[in-house]
């Protein structure tokens, strides 16, 4: 093929799952690629996962052209406020615009009211959006509608595929290797949870969406949204008898709250915690662990040493390096802080080699 999109896109086409090996990906590919300006195109999806799996593989097609993306809110539901950000010299580039569903209608208003000032514009635009938005978008904005380039459909037929995607994308950790992975990560999770409280999705499913969406808001020293979704992962960890995501919401909830209100508030989360974990002898480590560090810093090191002690060997019993080696150096810390050296540089040197065994620099 001469097409650059397609081209690449035959390349891929073997390492694609069905749900994205269709012509409408080939299709919105070769749109962006060369419409000089003023094109915008829809793309419909009824999970975000595939959403998020399109985005990327048009990522890889279209590269080496810039890719902006922005997520619509009802707090900023104008579309030009987020190009307006954009480098003034910019000749050509894409822009995806994601959650146009929550803006409450008004994303669509803008929209189209400045489709004269979009149409000048020398950009690709995608607006990702679920079938309600689309009826939406027709009856409330449609001159803006009638102007589009295409609309593409990227929705999953199968309940089976469906399950099966969402439940994948929902088991993924957290990672965060780039400024770009908290949006997308908070972007996937946030829309996976709307879709699995829409649906009445068991709780504990739920429950770890809540813990994940607490992790990137903590992450992003947004401590109190952090906390209102770690007490909704404790409430429906709780119904779903999951005693393991009780523990983890109890710990996080610690730490969330030691942060806003100190330590004495803190500890009382912890010491809920380690009496919730029962015989979870990963839950019981981290709980030890984390009522040792309020103890050492309270000035009771000994108490502290004890613990830290106790929540080693259950790391090491449930085979736990990274918080084998998190407890080896916190035990040298208490040492260093007792002015016993030897003892400290012990604990630290074998925090090191587990470090470096996993990993984690």
Known sequence: MADAPLAALEKLQGQLPPHLARSDLAELA????????GAWAFAIY???????????????????????????????????TFLETLPTAQERAIVFFFDLEQTGGAGWGYLEMQRENLAAR???LVFWINRPAWAEGVRTAPNFWSQRSGVFDFTINSPAVLSEVRGAWAGQPV???????????FRLFSGLLREYEDEQAPPA????LHGKIAYLLNFADRQAEAAAHLQQQLELARQAHDRRQQVEAMNNLGWTTQLQQGRAAALDWYRQALAAAGSDRRGRADSLRNIASVLFREGQPAEALSMLHEALDLFRAVGDRLGEANTLKAIGDVHNFRKDLDAALASYAQALDLFRAVGDR
């Not at 990672?175 to 990560?185: F, H, K, N, V």
């Open 30 to 37: 070769v749109l962006l690629r060369y419409a000089e300006r």
């Open 46 to 80: 009824n999970t975000v996962p595939v959403r998020d799996e399109v985005a990327e593989v048009l990522r890889q097609l279209l590269a080496p052209l810039p890719i902006y993306e922005f997520n619509l809110s009802t707090q900023q539901p104008n579309p030009l």
């Open 122 to 124: 020398p950009l690709g």
């Open 175 to 185: 990672q965060l290797d780039s400024p770009a992975d908290w949006e997308r990560q």
């Open 205 to 208: 499913a739920q429950a770890e």
